[in-house]
């Protein structure tokens, strides 16, 4: 300001000008008077002093990477959930090729949070801001994986004693194609294991002296164990020997008795019994039966150790009919979703044939359908006759 009028002062000296110094609109503007006076004011010369014009931002660039365990592994299982403050909006967007590059227009706060499946997630909150040159910002999530324990053993039935003969095979859809075969501890009988993430695995156990074994178990802590109750096989039935006749002794002839001609009967295929089992009465092609001791958890496909005896059974019906094949169909009440019920029934379905195929069983002779709320059995008016329309049934085709 001072300098402003310093030159007004000067050119008064130098050219005989008198000059008016005006605050016009918030510019300094040097008005010149006629004849040295504060007369009458000619059109400004030239605003000396203005303040600087409003300056243009440009949109910041935010750029998420995320890796597996350092920068040269990227993650592109990862996703990455962005919370705003400024919108009260939340976004979750998978980083397919293992980065994102957002553009923001405004500034902001945001809260950003990069997970992935069998890793521990990476948080960060970040403050955006604009300038003219346009800033740029980057989230580097290194997420570092994460494992499941599972601790494993088996024990006698009867006597609750630990086996440590027991042999274990684990496999699942987290495995992949690998199946691990695990040996427990000579002094305590306990496999133990790392997997890489939660999920539901095959189990199957193996031990001399004792029947095989097949479970599904569902991971879904960092520490899990799963205990095997397992029978002893029977022991094998010996027949008496036969005595051989004493030379001497001269067998007594006796007449032959042709039997009688009778017509053949024509009887349908679908009526005839393929075997009379005794745990499941006479089976017919086509007849349903029902699994009446097969146990699951709550609203879920695992099956509970106390089903293992009714399996063995139809495990045995399998191994005495080997042409025999098997359709297992599961049912449910008419409670919730309909498409949910179909599905745990027909998974419930699929765990008794991993269980079958776990013990040998060829797994193109089975089946599962799952038939949902269709099929019931009695009305679904009370607890009790709901109870009755969740079953599990096989059919012999």
Request: net charge positive.
């Amino acid at each position: 300001m001072l300098r402003y009028i310093g030159l007004a002062i000067l050119a008064t000296a130098w050219y005989g000008l008198s000059f008016e110094l005006v605050l016009n609109r918030g510019d300094l503007v040097i008005w010149p008077t006629t004849n040295g006076t504060w007369g009458d004011k000619m059109e400004p010369v030239l605003p000396f002093f203005q303040p600087d014009p409003v300056r243009k931002t440009k949109p910041s660039v935010l750029t998420i990477k995320a890796f597996s365990e350092d920068i040269s592994k990227p993650l592109t299982s990862a996703v990455v959930t962005i919370r705003s403050r400024a919108t009260g909006k939340t976004e979750r967007i998978a980083l397919l090729s293992g980065q994102l590059e957002r553009t923001i227009s405004a500034p902001d706060e945001l809260f950003m949070e990069v997970s992935a499946t069998g890793y521990s997630s990476v948080k960060r909150n970040m403050t955006i801001a604009l300038s003219p040159q346009g800033n740029r910002y980057e989230f580097d999530a290194e997420l570092t994986r994460t494992t499941i324990g599972l601790t494993i053993w088996a024990v006698d039935r009867q006597t609750d004693k630990v086996i440590l003969t027991a042999r274990f095979t684990l496999s699942g859809k987290a495995t992949g194609a690998t199946s691990f075969t695990l040996t427990p501890d000579a002094t305590t009988g306990l496999s133990r294991i790392e997997l890489p993430s939660k999920g539901t695995y095959l189990l199957s156990s193996i031990a001399d002296g004792y029947a095989n074994f097949v479970k599904s178990i569902k991971l879904d802590s960092l520490q899990n164990e799963a205990r095997f109750i397992l029978a002893k096989h029977p022991p094998a039935e010996t027949k008496p020997i036969a005595k051989p006749l004493a030379a001497s002794a001269t067998p007594e002839a006796k007449p032959v008795v042709k039997p009688a001609v009778t017509a053949p009967v024509a009887v349908s295929a679908a009526s005839i019994p393929i075997v009379a089992a005794k745990p499941f009465g006479p089976i017919e092609k086509g007849k349903p039966i029902q699994l009446k001791a097969l146990y699951f958890d709550q609203s879920s496909p695992v099956l509970r150790p106390e089903s293992y005896p009714e399996l063995d059974q139809l495990y045995t019906l399998l191994l005495e009919n080997l042409s025999a094949q098997v359709e297992i169909r599961g049912h449910t009440d008419n409670q919730g979703d309909f498409d949910l019920n179909t599905k745990l029934s027909r998974d419930r379905c699929q765990a008794v044939i991993d269980y079958l195929v776990g013990k040998g069983i060829i797994k193109s002779r089975l089946k599962a359908v799952g038939r949902g709320p269709i099929d019931s059995v009695a009305p679904n008016n009370n607890e009790e006759n709901r109870k009755k329309n969740r079953r599990v049934e096989f059919v012999v085709l």
